[in-house]
Structure formats: structure tokens, C-alpha cells
């Protein structure tokens, strides 16, 4: 048997950063979590324990806090390039850097809630819609990609949703329905063309995207909606060449209330945590750079 160092990388995870930025005496928040990871040439810190080639963790969450304040936190593709950039241009060891931030939204208390002047604002609430996401690769010979996304974005057609003509074995109990509740929370992923761009505008067009197709498509299938999101977002937005979707099905279950003498014409519903259905796709432009390859 022959004993070798297979694929190997390191880093810090999940480090906690909130930047406020102080416009007289309106504030401005962005709440982040970032993760990197370094490879390269370090084989010796796994062989023989040397580690001179070894940019400590600790030194890597350090970075994220000095470039925070040094260069500010706009949009997260954008932080996480000048991370990983950074990185993997300071030390000869360091071949690639991996740089994943997730974003989490707070809201500005409204002036109804507020009752201090316009010119004094700095309460927030957190927000309870999605995680904005993105990760970064960027090698010593220059490659870079940058792939944006977003978790938990929950949403709920109450009709225009079916499923029906499934395979039927002995152990099938699920009846066809024409007319059901179709909810999901949705985990998407794209991948940028390019390593530039106005990555705030991308963001916001790509999440419409996937909103109006998943409310506008007459769904046979959580599947058919699925391609129908990615679909939506490749034919509208250029600067994107692949869509990765995972999506949960939130199943709610028409509740039986004939024990209590009542019909229940589609209008109450027990809604199942678990378990539940998970549909996962990729949707990609088959003539982009790279298309359908590893990004993890």
C-alpha cells in the first residue's frame, strides 16, 4: 500500500463582523459571516508538522477585521475577492483561497416607530427575510470565480400548483391532487461570467427573477418550477451563466374535518416540518466557460 496526502485545505470559519458606518448621526449596518480557506503548497504541515508555510487562522480572521476597516464592507462578491486576492498574493505558499460571506439584512425602524429627528437614525431591526451568500475562488494564476446566492428565501403559492401522473407501486398512499398549497424555501446559487461587476444590481435582479417565475408559473411540479426559476434568470440577466437551486417542498396537508361535521373546501391546512420532499437543479447556459463544473 502505497500512503499519500490526497486534496487538502485550511482556514478560519465563520467569523462575525459588523461594520456600522456613521453618517452624522444616521447609521448604516452590514452584518457578515465570513469563512476562508487556503491551499497551496503546505504538504509539510500535514507530513511532518513544519509549518512555515502556514498562514495561521487566527491571522485570517485578523485580516477580515483590519480590511473591514481599512476598505470598508459594500458588496459582499466584492469583499470576498479583495480576502481572497489578498491572500493568495501575499504569500508565496498560498495557491488558491476560497472565501465564502453570508449576509444578514436588518431594517431600519421606521419613522412611525421612531421618534427621533431624520437627521438621527440608528435603530434596527433584524430582518426576516433571506441570507445573502456568496464564495469566491481565486488561484495564483489568476482564475477567479464568484458565485452569489441566497438561503431562505420562503415562499407560498396557495393554488395554481398540482401533482399528479406519479408513479403508483404498492407502497404509493399519496393521492393526485389538481389544486394544492405549494411552498418552499429556497436556496439558489449563481455563477458570475465574470469576477467584476455591479454585483448589488445583480443580486436584486436575480432574486426578482426568481420570485415572478416562481409566482407566475402554473406549477405541475415542484421540479417544472425549479427550471422555471433558473430558466427565468439565465434568459434575463447576461452576466449569469448557471443556477443552482435547492428546494425543500413545505408540504401543507388539507386538514380532514368530517369528524366535526365541516367541509374543508381548500381552506385549512396542517403545515408538516418534516419530513419533507427536497428538489435540487442546475440550470446552465451549456456554451458558458466552465459550465456545470465543481463549485465547492
Not at 24 to 50: P, R, Y
Not at 101 to 110: N, P, Q, S
Not at 130 to 149: A, I, L, Y
Not at 182 to 193: G, I
Request: proline share 4%; charged share 25%.
Amino acid at each position: 500500500m502505497t500512503v499519500v496526502l490526497g486534496p487538502n485545505r485550511y482556514g478560519k470559519a465563520e467569523t462575525r463582523l459588523v461594520r456600522v458606518v456613521r453618517d452624522g448621526g444616521v447609521h448604516h449596518i452590514k452584518d457578515v459571516n465570513v469563512s476562508s480557506a487556503l491551499s497551496g503548497a503546505m504538504e509539510e504541515a500535514h507530513l511532518t508538522g513544519d509549518n512555515a508555510a502556514v498562514l495561521p487562522t487566527d491571522t485570517q480572521k485578523n485580516t477580515v477585521y483590519a480590511l473591514a476597516r481599512k476598505h470598508g464592507v459594500d458588496q459582499i462578491e466584492d469583499f470576498a475577492l479583495l480576502l481572497a486576492r489578498h491572500y493568495v498574493d501575499s504569500q508565496p505558499s498560498i495557491h488558491h483561497a476560497r472565501v465564502e460571506i453570508e449576509e444578514y439584512f436588518w431594517d431600519r425602524i421606521g419613522e412611525g416607530e421612531d421618534s427621533r429627528p431624520p437627521g438621527e437614525r440608528h435603530s434596527f431591526v433584524r430582518s426576516g427575510g433571506e441570507v445573502r451568500t456568496c464564495v469566491v475562488h481565486h488561484d495564483r494564476d489568476g482564475g477567479t470565480t464568484v458565485t452569489s446566492g441566497l438561503e431562505d428565501l420562503v415562499v407560498l403559492n396557495s393554488t395554481g400548483s398540482e401533482f399528479s401522473g406519479f408513479i403508483r407501486d404498492e407502497y404509493t398512499t399519496l393521492a393526485p391532487t389538481h389544486d394544492r398549497v405549494l411552498a418552499t424555501a429556497v436556496s439558489a446559487r449563481w455563477r458570475h461570467l465574470s469576477a467584476e461587476g455591479c454585483f448589488g444590481t445583480s443580486y436584486s435582479e436575480v432574486r426578482r427573477c426568481l420570485l415572478e417565475a416562481f409566482a407566475g408559473t402554473h406549477s405541475l411540479s415542484l421540479q417544472q418550477t425549479l427550471y422555471a426559476m433558473g430558466r427565468r434568470v439565465l434568459e434575463t440577466r447576461g452576466e449569469i451563466c448557471e443556477v443552482r437551486l435547492a428546494m425543500p417542498n413545505k408540504h401543507h396537508f388539507l386538514v380532514d374535518l368530517t369528524p366535526f361535521g365541516l367541509d374543508n373546501p381548500n381552506e385549512v391546512f396542517y403545515a408538516a416540518d418534516r419530513p419533507y420532499g427536497l428538489i435540487e437543479g442546475t440550470v446552465l447556459d451549456a456554451a458558458a466557460p466552465g459550465a456545470g463544473f465543481a463549485w465547492e
